[in-house]
């Protein structure tokens, strides 16, 4: 399917969604989400039972402690049971991160090496995008947290569909070239829109999947203002940012970005040069062992 035309200018129609599922296999939301999300989004939450259900998957509990102890999310001692970890995160990223932890879990047929690096480099990037978040005004760290842990949510799915797809990436790795851009002339569709359907299909918020939508798009800071919802394009932003600055603490090539879309980010918050010095300095001392 084609994906040249802006998606300001036209969303997914359901013959694309349509095309779209028949070239790859969206996995279904597991139980244990829709309990979740059910639960999560009543007027008034029953903590308890939120607690039991995660706590009676051992992988789901890993990942909700990992996140409550990491340096977006700690205050103070390291948490060491779901209801602590709940009381931290509260009902929203718990049920972002049981999201993440179940993604994770459905992407069978890939390989357990790629896996593991793609979701250790994904769950950095969401702590580093919040953490970019909270230096700027009107960008909830919270809810840059929440979009950098989606919006490459593609990835393992085309991985798993493409059997050529991890010979692309390394591909891209070694001549410097966008994913994005190779996908777009290698394959019948991109990982940002397997993404967008995907978390939309689960669930989550749709400003979630319109900004996983576009977020490669090289005009997007051009569009007019009613293009998209208020502070999507800062979510974007802010996690184009954390992209760029993670390849750099990591000495990898940057897949995501480019140099363009960097700049257009950082103009966005009027960061300049000094200002990613400091953020560089603050970002390495929050990863430094306590």
């Known amino acids: 399917m084609s994906v040249s035309k802006p998606a300001h200018s036209r969303e997914l129609s359901q013959d694309d969604i349509e095309k779209v599922v028949k070239t790859i296999n969206i996995p279904a939301c597991p139980a244990i989400v829709m309990k979740v999300m059910s639960e999560a989004q009543r007027d008034e939450p029953n903590l308890n039972s939120l607690s039991r259900s995660i706590a009676a998957d051992p992988a789901m509990v890993a990942t909700v402690l990992k ?15 779901v209801r602590k970890a709940l009381d931290r ?6 049920v972002c991160v049981v999201v993440a932890a179940a993604l994770r879990a459905s992407m069978s047929g890939v390989p357990p090496a790629f896996i593991e690096q793609f979701w250790a480099r994904t769950s950095f990037l969401a702590d580093i995008a919040g953490q970019i978040a909270r230096r700027q ?28 797809y991890l ?21 019948p569709c991109t990982h940002p829109v397997i993404g967008s359907i995907m978390v939309n299909t689960w669930g989550l918020p749709p400003m979630v999947g319109q900004a996983i939508r576009c977020h ?17 394009l800062s979510l974007i932003a802010v996690t184009q940012i954390a992209e760029r600055l993670v390849s750099e603490m990591n000495h990898e090539d940057d897949l995501e970005v480019g140099a363009a879309l960097f700049e257009r980010a ?7 040069e000094q200002d990613l010095d400091e953020l560089r ?10």
């Open 167 to 187: 010979e692309l990436i390394a591909t891209c790795r070694a001549s410097g070239r966008l994913l994005v851009e190779a996908e777009g002339e290698l394959l």
């Open 67 to 81: 996140f409550a102890n990491s340096p977006l999310f700690r205050g103070g001692a390291s948490v060491t049971n």
């Open 266 to 272: 950082t103009a966005h918050f009027g960061i300049d």
């Open 216 to 232: 490669h798009e090289d005009k997007l800071y051009e569009w007019p203002d009613t293009a998209l919802p208020a502070g999507t």
């Open 89 to 94: 995160l509260g009902t929203r990223n718990i």
């Open 281 to 290: 300095d603050t970002l390495r001392a929050s990863q430094s062992p306590s």
């Open 137 to 164: 005004d009107g960008v909830p760290a919270d809810a840059a947290f929440t979009y950098a842990l989606f919006h490459n949510a593609g990835v393992p799915l085309m991985a798993r569909r493409f059997p050529d």
